[in-house]
């Protein structure tokens, strides 16, 4: 009796520690749980991003102002029969 209650103990702390530090026990499922919580926080940045890209490109397809916007902007470009002004802050000698 006292054979089986002490091969019983043996295996009860063998499992325990197979649980708590084994490779995939414990530690690890909380390592994968912080990834998963870190990984979802980053879709969400990146969602809010992709969602702001799709309104811009939505924008360019449909409105011409947005696009001629864009091209004034980024490209320095002006209409045809428009006069460009360009001043500056520094003073004349």
């Known amino acids: 009796m006292r054979l089986i209650f002490v091969i019983l103990i043996i295996v009860f702390l063998g499992l325990q520690y197979k649980l708590w530090l084994g490779e995939d026990g414990v530690r690890q499922w909380r390592q994968l749980e912080k990834k998963i919580i870190s990984k979802t926080e980053e879709n ?50």
Do not use: C, W
């Open 44 to 93: 969400e940045k990146q969602l809010v991003r992709n969602q702001a890209i799709e309104a811009d490109i939505l924008e360019l397809k449909q409105g011409d102002q947005a696009l001629e916007e864009q091209a004034r902007s980024e490209l320095g470009m002006i209409k045809e029969g428009e006069t460009y002004y360009q001043f500056s802050d520094s003073p004349h000698p």
